[in-house]
């Protein structure tokens, strides 16, 4: 069916490609219109604060312009990617191997479950003086911390994607000759439940992102711990800055992992 734009999934063009991208044009302009409409409610505000409270955007952008001229921003985000990029990976990797094989297997689900109750609950900041003791003040320390925090999700996301897929398809695929535990988790579940699957993924993300800042608060040098030092020091513009970078790198990764999503789950 023809369409005036195009959405916002991934659409057939005329040869059989499937783009990368889908651009909805009416979707991309509410949105322009709804980001410069919060960026004069925030110059209005700010109009009727001390600057020390809430700067203006301008007041934001030159400091932000200072940081990068200087090599403040890239040098702590450089230092928070070295402990995000492996947290992320570590984590979101067991979490995956973790949920689908609970998932799939009844006897390791009853032995974990009193264990995965237990630590469940457990948010990652209370991790941190493990992390001081076990790795040190350092980037491993953090990537302890991120990791824990990618680990719940994408356990819980594999977890009940393993758990949702159908019965009769298992049977289907018994009949059509795939047999063994392996053969129908490769050919047939992680399959059918890799929508849930990489949703957690693209959550996790996300999540990670904001655990950067918690993960550094014990010293680790990054755009969390240049924040922590900005609000002791009443520097708002500063604060501002370095949350709307962290803004941006989880907007440029969400992009592109959307984007690989699309290609991956092309059959949905």
């Known amino acids: 069916m023809a369409t005036d734009v195009q959405s916002d999934h991934a659409v057939t063009t005329a040869d059989g490609e499937l783009p990368l991208v889908g651009i909805d044009r009416r979707r991309a ?17 700010a109009l009727l604060q001390p600057a020390y409270v809430l700067p203006a955007p301008p007041v934001v952008a030159e400091a932000a312009l200072a940081e990068l001229v200087s090599g403040e921003i890239t040098t702590a985000l450089g230092e928070s990617v ?11 990797t067991l979490g995956v191997a973790a949920g689908v094989a609970l998932g799939w297997s009844a006897v390791l689900d009853d032995l974990s479950s009193p264990v995965v109750r237990t630590l469940r609950p457990v948010p990652p900041l209370a991790l941190i003086g493990f992390a001081i003791a076990w790795f040190g003040i350092n980037h491993a320390g953090a990537a302890f911390i991120i990791a824990v925090g990618a680990f719940w999700i994408n356990f819980y996301a594999s977890y009940g994607g393993v758990e949702g897929v159908s019965d009769d398809l298992l049977d289907v695929a018994r009949s059509l000759g795939v047999d063994g535990d392996l053969e129908l988790i490769k050919s047939v579940v992680i399959p059918a439940a890799s929508p849930e699957i990489m949703t957690g993924i693209r959550t996790g993300i996300g999540r990670c992102w904001m655990l950067v800042v918690a993960a550094e608060i014990f010293g680790v040098p990054g755009i969390g711990r240049r924040i922590l030092r900005a609000s002791n020091n009443l520097q708002v513009d500063l604060v501002i800055t370095y949350i709307l970078v962290l803004s941006v790198m989880f907007l440029v990764v969400d992009m592109a992992y959307r984007a690989v999503q699309r290609r991956v789950l092309v059959w949905r």
């Not at 302009?29 to 505000?45: E, R, S, Y």
């Open 29 to 45: 302009g509410l949105g322009t219109v709804g980001f410069l409409g919060f960026l004069g409610l925030w110059w209005v505000a």
């Open 82 to 92: 070295r402990h995000w990029v492996p947290g992320t990976i570590i984590g979101t």
